[in-house]
T-cell receptor, first 117, second 116 residues
Framework: EAGVAQSPRYKIIEKRQSVAFWCNPI?????LYWYQQILGQGPKLLIQ????????DSQLPKDRFSAERLKGVDSTLKIQPAKLEDSAVYLC???????????????FGPGTRLTVL | GENVEQHPSTLSVQEGDSAVIKCTYS??????FPWYKQELGKRPQLIID?????GEKKDQRIAVTLNKTAKHFSLHITETQPEDSAVYFC???????????????FGTGTSLTVIP
């Protein structure tokens, strides 16, 4: 099966500019996750969708970050305006509908490396 | 919420030796524990996982053990090879009834270096 797709792979912007990332999960995966991974740290969940509804966005800096998942498939994550501390890799992951045996695994996309100057 | 701690942060071993990475979690509701390997500049890849109804799972040179009472789980890599060099992350996952979805909480990572 095709994996999780993300674009762009790399992005360099100046602080106060805006940026958007796109994710296409594995076909049929109901749950979609956006993580922020700062160099040398583990992935930190920003937002989790179940179909097109938000499951958890408690760690999303809502004053500057927003995300949507229209029609329960693709998702976009936006930062506006960007700060220096937003420099990180943004990982998208997906998993199948919960509750089914053996379908708990989370698959990651290649990530988008953001550099804010 | 769940808190996952991972130790050590860096680990160097000689090729052929074993490597052990340990994680602890705080919420007894966590019932799924995956381990990911992340090579430099690449995505995290699942290498092994264990569910709370199992105490140990093995896949060739890697194994994971789980102690639910103590709330800790460990990754064991035997006969290490240079290609095992990477950052390893543990995670704890629990099912949230409200939203009807599994949530994942990651450790801070262990950078493993296997010296030829």
């Amino acid at each position: 099966e095709a994996g999780v797709a993300q674009s762009p792979r790399y992005k360099i912007i100046e602080k106060r500019q805006s940026v958007a990332f796109w994710c296409n999960p594995i076909s049929g995966h109901a749950t979609l996750y956006w993580y922020q991974q700062i160099l040398g740290q583990g992935p930190k969940l920003l937002i989790q969708f179940q179909n097109n509804g938000v499951v958890d966005d408690s760690q999303l800096p809502k004053d500057r970050f927003s995300a949507e998942r229209l029609k329960g498939v693709d998702s976009t994550l936006k930062i506006q305006p960007a700060k220096l501390e937003d420099s990180a890799v943004y990982l998208c992951a997906s998993s199948k509908q919960p509750g089914l045996a053996g379908v708990h695994e989370q698959f990651f996309g290649p990530g988008t490396r953001l550099t804010v100057l | 919420g769940e808190n996952v701690e991972q130790h050590p942060s860096t680990l160097s071993v000689q090729e052929g030796d074993s490597a052990v990475i340990k994680c602890t979690y705080s919420d007894s509701a966590s019932n799924y524990f995956p381990w990911y390997k992340q090579e430099l500049g690449k995505r995290p890849q699942l290498i092994i996982d264990i569910r709370s109804n199992v105490g140990e799972k093995k896949d060739q040179r890697i194994a994971v053990t789980l102690n639910k009472t103590a709330k800790h789980f460990s990754l064991h890599i035997t006969e290490t090879q240079p290609e095992d060099s990477a950052v390893y992350f543990c995670a704890a996952s629990m099912y949230s009834k409200g939203p009807g979805a599994y949530q994942f909480y990651f450790g801070t990572g262990t950078s493993l270096t296997v010296i030829p």
